[in-house]
């Protein structure tokens, strides 16, 4: 199965705990590794407004208190930033007793896999976190989220040096694979790859996730179609810039040409329909340009 897609990848992560509690692992490196989870309810309501909601893909919490939102996303979106923040506030609710004046809570974190281009570089992996400003060292570990985007990964198997690229690596590649790569040495990855097959599936799953397929597929082509008409607008954009600056740079030639001839600047003005006024002006700045290169330092 191919891991972007919406049903496989909530299959796999949200029914084989172990694959779960691995990829956060590595994602996160911490020193204390995540060694259970509890899968929480995904929907979530707001307190305040009960039309007001939220549907998280996984969410889940260790056995040493941390909450996690695992978020696939295959879409570019406006506001996704703020969709995230806004996500991270119903476990920050949640963590609080109605009436406790107890504001501890643990960390937080939500974790989104993109199949876009985020932010304008090379770096794929990105962790976002409350800093002070004047210092630029991090105030809290409470509020944490990671993009990574999957686009800017193009590593290929003999590259794949850490496991942390070796998931990557397969969230993909994993539906176009035959088998699993030799580097993948890890047991996650036999798990995972074992998990995966679709054979594995029931006639019912199966369905579930062709339509799941076909989305993904939609989203794809629509998301195709928009780069390529962006480029196409850009470049036709380029080209009318650059035919209107060549015919300037043309009309200036000729201009030049012409006052070097002693054709009179009203005439010139017609021929090239630029203001005299403009031309007089563009000849007074060459005359100082020229008077200023010849003074000795």
Known sequence: M???VDFAFKKIFGEKKALLIDFLNVVLQKEEKIEDIEYLQ???MTKWREDRRAV???YCRSTQGERFII????????HFLERLLFYLTFPIQSGIKKGSKNFAMNPLYCVAILDFPFFDDDTYFNHISLIREETKEKVTDKLNIILIELTKF???PSELKTLFDQWLYCFKHLGTLDSRPAELTDRAFEVLFETAEKNNLTPEEMGTYKKSVLEYDDVQDAMSFNRYAGLKKGLEQGIEQGIEQGLMKGKWEMITLGLQEGVPIELLAKMSNISPELIRMNVVMQNDNSLNSNKTP
């Open 2 to 4: 191919n891991l972007l």
């Open 42 to 44: 995904p929907e979530q």
């Open 56 to 58: 998280f893909d996984i």
């Open 71 to 78: 978020e696939l996303q295959i879409a570019q979106q406006y």
């Open 154 to 156: 193009d590593k290929q």
